[in-house]
């Protein structure tokens, strides 16, 4: 499995060519959005992005059937300043763990796995521990940051995201962050989540 996740980080910051046989971003998540919506792509459109306009990427692993992925979806991702900071901040993904579609990376295929009832790809990015929701975040070169299973809520995503997306994981604890520099910065937004 370690295998599979270090090769899914490595073709995909080794190889220009990235295709999908198959879009897993399902019919009700599309590339267009609408202002103050989030703009959801697949894999190989970030990735695409990626190549021109260096950002992270937030893959957000979920399946049909889980409840607080549902509510992460309406409760989280719905908030207007969680939107307005992944929007410019981060390409945003959506990876059905249960797609039966194949996806291509460089030369490897991941295929839906019977046994595990999950794509090979969802199992790698969750290094094979299938949580839901899991958000995975990859840095501008496609390389993991970290995966973070389980539902937040819009305040406790926001801090993560900014705390991720302004690199300030490079700078302090998180906990410091999230009781010092965050409230400082954003003060304004604190009243809003």
């Known amino acids: ?40 792509l697949t894999i190989q459109e970030a990735y695409i992005r990626t190549q021109k ?18 509510v992460m979806d309406k409760q989280t991702y719905t908030n207007p300043e969680v939107i307005d900071y992944l929007n410019k901040n981060f390409y945003m993904v959506k990876l059905d763990a249960e797609s039966k579609q194949d ?6 295929k991941y295929v839906f796995d019977e046994k595990s009832g999950a794509n090979q790809a969802a199992l790698a990015l969750l290094q094979g521990k299938m949580s839901y929701p899991t958000t995975v975040f990859l840095d501008a070169q496609y390389n993991m940051i970290q995966p973070l299973p389980g539902y937040m809520d819009a305040k ?3 801090q993560i995201v ?22 400082e910065v954003y003060k304004a ?4 989540l």
Not at 12 to 25: C, D, K, L, R, Y
Not at 53 to 70: Q, S
Not at 189 to 192: A, D, E, I, N, T
Request: glycine fraction near 6%.
């Open 1 to 40: 499995m370690k295998k599979i996740c270090l090769f899914l980080v490595l073709a995909i910051s080794s190889t220009s060519i990235f295709a999908q046989n198959a879009s897993p971003v399902s019919e009700q998540y599309n590339s267009t959005s609408k202002k103050g919506e989030l703009e959801w």
């Open 53 to 70: 306009e260096p950002r992270k990427t937030i893959i957000d692993v979920y399946t049909a059937w889980c409840g607080w992925c549902k």
């Open 103 to 108: 996806i291509v990376i460089g030369n490897t």
């Open 156 to 158: 406790a995503f926001h």
């Open 162 to 183: 900014t705390y991720l997306g302004g690199d300030y994981n490079k700078k302090e604890p998180f906990e410091q962050y999230k009781e010092g520099t965050y409230k």
């Open 189 to 192: 937004v604190l009243v809003k």
